[in-house]
């Protein structure tokens, strides 16, 4: 509110200030020496400024607004309206590392007194805190070295500490890094030549600072690290001294750590989209968290990736998880997590481990309430974002409570968050804000374990069955076994039986309330409570079986129209003459006597001959882009089968499973989907195992467009894939691939050959999103063993599809086809065949032979 009275305030006194620059003199613009086309750009920026500080005043949060205000502001050349439009946008989010090197440059621009620098110096520090930059920091130390004198030694060492925060900040960086290193070498190494003329006892304590900085910056893996041992050796050979063994096994250490990292930062380099850049980065946490396991690297790097992709709420979720459970720290941990919530304040998640930090760390009451009613008005972005952030807080009042007489004022504050927090779901997202009916469940158990109050505890399991689980099974045993954990009420768990037997639907296992039920009167009941449960159980049943029984009749019914449909649709609509009608007298024929000629009625007119229209059934186009066909299934294959595999894609409205005769499954089958994007993110899945078989999963097509071949063999060089023609080891899988290539690149696609029954070819496909990754991968692995195999690996390049054979005439068949027909004498064996078709051939030309081989024929060499 205060952001936004000042945006007014500062409004009011913008137009004042137009509307005096729109009078005769009172504007620069009027001058002579001023056009009149800079005098109208002039007088539209202003106004532009004015409706921009509207909008903000309106939605301070417009971070489009807040950037294009500023390079309003910039061109305008008003230096004090600038200055604090940045200051206002810094309040609400981080700044880019561009928009804060524009204000620093501006700032030291004018920066001449004392009193400019410290405040200058105080926004370096502010601009180094919101995400790594070591453009800044170099900016930062020129900025210091430029400003101070290097002969004092109150400057000296700030200048040192300056540098000292840069390199813990930035010094890690692998590519960028080497900067700072070298900023502070060539630093201490000015001093060394300007204490030259001194004492040999200073010029040896500083040679020594310069050793220490090589040492250190040689045992950290950055690009460019040969030249800095080409350096060192350098440094040494001038003060005459050797390479120390610890230091060389360090920088070996390094480089080989750099080799490992080398195949990533190429592929970081050459990355453009955000998604590729975070699947890189998610491949490089795991070699630092699982192979090199250096805390502060792992940060380093976390620090890196929140730089350049900071919108993206994953990577800032593990941060402060990182930070939180490795470091130990309560400054550190709170301070990712301000970063973290002003970068993606609309992650649940961070807010709720926010949280549970600040418990931790023994924060006081005010402070977490604080915390959560932040969390609301950032505006979460989804039901369980805000459900996050609601369990969290209560989970943190229920281990506040001692469930004692005198802890009234904690269950009060307890029941009343409770209730707030089912009131806000509900308003906002009224059922769907927790389907699960999560909260719900936790007051209920409370309310009956720990405050022993039943009757609410009812009214709440009440409620959760209101919302749409009246007619599940599962959930109405759930609230029976709730009843007999906490209070066992025999009475009530009877009731509660009887409600749902009857409330639960057909299709929807009402056999198991009836089981349970039994098995409770068996352990609890009588013979009379049993033989009124057997009774209720099987009226309820016997309603059950005849639902059943009709909803099978109307599926049976619903699948023969769809057949014929089916067979319909394949013909047009035609025209088709009526039969004649038969007429016959009361005498019927039988078989016993022979067939009388039946005279017709006089009186019994022929009805005329009408033709029969059979309608050409409406087909909905839309089944075919929503189903999808499979095939190579096994043959014990069944729709419960197909269903398991293939619900997790969607919502599966129907299933054909094609039979034989006996039964069984032929191989394929057709699947229904509720929507087309549900489809097509299936045919993703192609070649999917099940039952030790890759099911083939393509669209279904209608039988017209059958006809016509739907996939087109690539039959020219596939830049982008490799194949892998070495024998692969049988034991290999997609897997084990995907772990060997993704180091080279974004991984498109993994596939291993197999034949119809799931039995592996040994060879394989791996397909990346660029052909530089493929061309690395495939130089990188081409005849390295893996898994005790050597691979041969190549760019995919199918060759040509072999044409159909064209015949002469005299191989035409008789009709006149260019179809291939076998021998009519197919009964003779193939033995003989071959045997004749030998003997018809002329014997080859053999070249004469020599000594040498009449020596061998005689020695039977």
């Known amino acids: 509110m205060d952001v936004q009275q000042s945006l007014a305030k500062e409004d009011e006194i913008e137009e004042m200030s137009f509307e005096g620059n729109d009078s005769p003199g009172g504007s620069d613009s009027s001058d002579s020496d001023d056009s009149e086309k800079e005098r109208e750009e002039h007088y539209v920026l202003e106004r532009k400024i004015v409706e921009l500080r509207k909008e903000l005043a309106k939605s301070p949060n417009a971070y489009n607004t807040h950037i294009e205000l500023i390079s309003s502001l910039k061109k305008l050349g008003e230096l004090d309206q600038l200055r604090y439009a940045r200051e206002s946008m810094h309040t609400i989010y981080p700044l880019t590392e561009e928009l804060w090197l524009d204000w620093l440059r501006d700032e030291i621009k004018l920066g001449l007194t004392d009193e400019d620098k410290n405040k200058i110096e105080l926004l370096f520090q502010k601009a180094t805190e919101d995400y790594l930059s070591i453009e800044i920091w170099v900016e930062y130390i020129q900025f210091c070295l430029a400003g101070m004198d290097i002969g004092g030694v109150e400057a000296l060492k700030k200048i040192r500490a300056v540098m000292e925060e840069a390199i813990r900040h930035g010094g890690l960086h692998v590519v960028k890094g080497a900067l700072l290193w070298d900023s502070y070498r060539d630093f201490e190494m000015a001093i060394y030549q300007s204490t030259k003329g001194g004492s040999e006892n200073e010029n040896m304590v500083q040679a020594q600072k310069i050793t220490h900085l090589f040492n250190r910056q040689l045992s950290v893996p950055l690009l460019d690290m040969e030249r800095t041992w080409t350096e060192y050796n350098e440094w040494l050979q001038i003060l005459d001294q050797k390479v120390e063994p610890h230091v060389k096994a360090t920088y070996d250490k390094a480089k080989g750590q750099l080799e490992k990292k080398a195949p990533l930062e190429d592929t970081l380099l050459i990355a453009v989209e955000n998604d590729n850049k975070a699947a890189v980065y998610r491949t490089y946490l795991d070699l630092e968290m699982n192979e090199f396991k250096d805390p502060a690297r792992i940060q380093a790097l976390f620090e890196r990736i929140v730089a350049e992709i900071p919108l993206y709420d994953a990577f800032w979720n593990d941060y402060c998880k990182f930070v939180d459970r490795q470091f130990k720290s309560a400054e550190t941990t709170f301070a990712i997590f301000k970063r973290a919530i002003r970068n993606c304040p609309w992650n649940g998640p961070i807010w709720s481990d926010y949280i549970l930090a600040a418990e931790r760390y023994k924060k006081e009451d005010g402070f977490i309430a604080g915390l959560v009613e932040k969390a609301f008005n950032a505006g979460l972005a989804t039901a369980a974002d805000l459900l996050a952030v609601w369990m969290s807080f209560i989970e943190y009042l229920v281990r506040k409570c001692t469930w004692g007489d005198n802890d009234n004022e904690n269950i009060v504050q307890l029941r009343e968050a409770f209730t707030r927090a089912t009131e806000h779901l509900d308003q ?193 186009p839309s089944r075919h882009a929503n189903t999808v066909f499979l095939s190579n299934l096994a043959y014990e294959t069944c729709e419960e089968d197909v269903r398991k595999m293939m619900s997790s894609s969607g919502t599966i409205t129907d299933i054909r499973l094609v039979l034989d005769y006996k039964q069984r499954c032929k191989g394929f089958c057709y699947v229904e989907f509720s929507s087309q994007d549900e489809a097509r993110e299936v045919l993703k899945r192609d070649r999917e195992p099940m039952k030790g078989r890759p099911v083939f999963m393509s669209p279904s097509e209608p039988d017209a467009a059958l006809k016509h071949p739907a996939f087109k063999y690539q039959s020219t060089l596939e830049k982008k894939k490799l194949f892998i023609k070495g024998r692969l080891a049988l034991t290999t899988t997609k897997e084990d691939l995907e772990g060997l290539f993704k180091k080279f690149g974004i991984l498109k696609d993994v596939r291993l050959v197999t034949f119809r029954n799931g039995t592996p070819k040994g060879l394989a496909y791996v397909e990346f999103e660029d052909e530089v990754s493929a061309t690395m991968a495939m130089n990188q692995t081409d005849g390295t063993t893996f898994q005790e195999k050597v691979l041969t690996v190549a760019l995919s390049n199918p060759p040509p599809r072999r044409e159909d054979r064209t015949l002469d005439k005299d191989d035409l068949s008789l009709g006149g086809g260019t179809r291939v027909r076998r021998t009519q004498v197919s009964f003779v064996p193939n033995a003989v065949l071959r045997q004749t078709h030998q003997s018809s051939m002329p014997p080859p030309a053999s070249a004469p032979k020599s000594n040498a081989d009449f020596r061998s024929m005689l020695l039977k060499k």
């Open 428 to 620: 906002t997202y009224d059922v769907e804000g927790d389907p699960e009916c999560t909260l719900l469940q936790y007051w209920a158990y409370f309310e009956a374990k720990k405050l022993k109050n039943m009757p609410k505890a009812r009214e709440l399991w009440s409620k959760i069955i209101s919302r749409g689980h009246s007619k599940s099974a599962q959930w109405w045993l759930a609230r029976i076994q709730f009843e007999r954990t906490h209070d066992n009420n025999y009475d009530e768990v009877r009731k509660l039986f009887t409600k749902s037997l009857n409330a639960v639907s057909s299709s929807d296992w009402p056999e198991l309330i009836v089981k349970q039920w039994l098995q409770f009167e068996r352990e609890e009941g009588d013979l009379q409570t049993m033989d009124v449960a057997q009774h209720r159980c099987e009226a309820r049943m016997k309603k059950v079986n005849k639902e059943r029984e009709g909803q099978i009749v109307q599926e049976v019914e619903t699948g023969k129209g769809r057949k014929r449909g089916k067979i319909e649709d394949a013909k047009e609509s035609k025209t088709v003459p009526a039969k004649k009608p038969k007429i016959s007298n009361d005498t019927a024929t039988t078989k016993l006597g022979p067939k009388k000629a039946v005279q017709p009625k006089v009186n019994a007119p022929e009805p005329a001959s009408k033709p029969v229209v059979i309608p050409k059934p409406v087909t909905d």
